[in-house]
């Protein structure tokens, strides 16, 4: 495709009367990929937010629209992407993550840049380095039922302030998906905010009351006294290879690769015991599955075993970003997990189960 030299459209200070209440009828107005910038008490200052990377997830553009209605001067310039509006658009309202057949916008944050997601994705990048903000918010919620959390590349005061604005749990990773928060530097933390499910009570509220300590707040790069994060390292996620078939349903499914009890979101932050059910497994057994360390390992034995015919958790582990969507499921994971020790003090818990 031939390189757009400008796939986002600008707007600066929209006059808060002029906006209308229905985030519906905003993002149509909009009809496409927007930076707002929207001009503080300090311009010589700039923050960043970025929201709808992804088309079902509506939290963080209702708390936008919500504040921009208002008027209301943030502390210093902001400038705010709403970026996939035609995916939020598509069919039906808040239905689809990415148009289908087009890549996750959030996976596209790394060259190559030539289809339609990768210029969306190139020039948030430049219009960042024009504007050179002091932080930057990704506003995300969950495909499952879950509470808030943040996401980081790495563990920092800068990462943990940004987070606290919304909550206290935080999960560092060392995965690299080409996702928006990789671009984090000390010039520019990142943050990715995950406000709760799309559709559950609460996530709106988190996205609006912690959107607003960023954009009034004097400063936001600086932790509270006291702050007691609840850290998650080392993330891994478990994937199903291309082509498997997925079923959420209380008994295993005849043809299905892996079928996953409908309330497996009651694992959503909790800690599992080794040889927790997860599932049932199809003919090809574990063979479906992959579960690589950020530098292409193979873990998926540290975290994963079959047992007469089901999966279960190979050691304790903490389980999060849950879906019972099975088109993300199959198209980006099942679930992230954590281990509760270090890999090279894992035994094999089960010497003689099936692999």
């Not at 840049?113 to 932080?135: K, S, T, V």
């Not at 940004?162 to 990789?182: D, H, K, N, P, S």
């Not at 709106?204 to 998650?232: C, I, K, T, W």
């Not at 927790?276 to 034995?301: I, K, Y």
Request: aromatic share 6%; net charge negative.
């Amino acid at each position: 495709m031939p390189r757009q030299s400008h796939p986002i459209q600008f707007i600066h200070n929209p006059d808060p009367a002029s906006l209308p209440p229905e985030v519906e009828l905003f993002l149509r107005r909009l009809g496409g990929p927007t930076l707002i910038v929207v001009d503080g008490r300090d311009n010589s200052r700039c923050r960043a937010v970025a929201t709808l990377l992804h088309g079902n997830e509506p939290s963080g553009v209702k708390a936008l629209l919500k504040w921009l209605r208002t008027g209301e001067r943030p502390a210093v310039r902001l400038i705010c992407l709403i970026a996939s509006v035609q995916t939020a658009l598509h069919e039906t309202l808040f239905c689809h993550r990415q148009i289908p057949g087009q890549r996750d916008l959030n996976r596209c944050f790394a060259p190559p840049f030539e289809d339609n997601p990768g210029h969306i994705a190139r020039h948030f990048i430049e219009l960042l380095a024009q504007y050179q903000p002091e932080a930057l918010l990704d506003i995300h919620n969950t495909s499952g039922m879950s509470p808030a959390f943040g996401v980081v590349i790495s563990e920092s005061p800068e990462h943990e302030a940004l987070v606290a604005l919304f909550t206290q749990r935080m999960i560092v990773t060392e995965l690299r998906l080409g996702a928006l928060m990789e671009l984090s530097c000390k010039q520019m933390p990142v943050v990715t905010i995950e406000c709760g499910g799309a559709g559950q009570a609460g996530s709106d509220r988190v996205a609006e009351e912690g959107l607003q300590r960023y954009l009034f707040n004097e400063q936001v790069l600086h932790p509270p006294s006291g702050l007691v994060m609840d850290l998650y390292k080392d993330a891994v996620r478990l994937q199903l290879l291309p082509g498997c078939r997925i079923a959420f349903a209380e008994q295993p499914v005849a043809g299905a690769d892996l079928t996953v009890p409908p309330d497996v979101e009651r694992f959503n932050f909790g800690t599992i015991p080794a040889l927790t059910r997860l599932g049932w497994l199809g003919s090809e057994g574990m063979s479906v599955f992959r579960v690589q360390s950020a530098t292409g390992e193979n873990l998926l034995p540290h975290y994963f075993l079959s047992r007469a015919s089901g999966l279960y958790s190979a050691q304790q582990l903490k389980l999060f970003m849950i879906t019972t969507n099975p088109a993300i499921a199959l198209s980006d994971c099942l679930f992230y997990a954590c281990a509760d020790i270090e890999l090279d003090q894992i035994v094999d818990p089960i010497a003689d189960s099936e692999h």
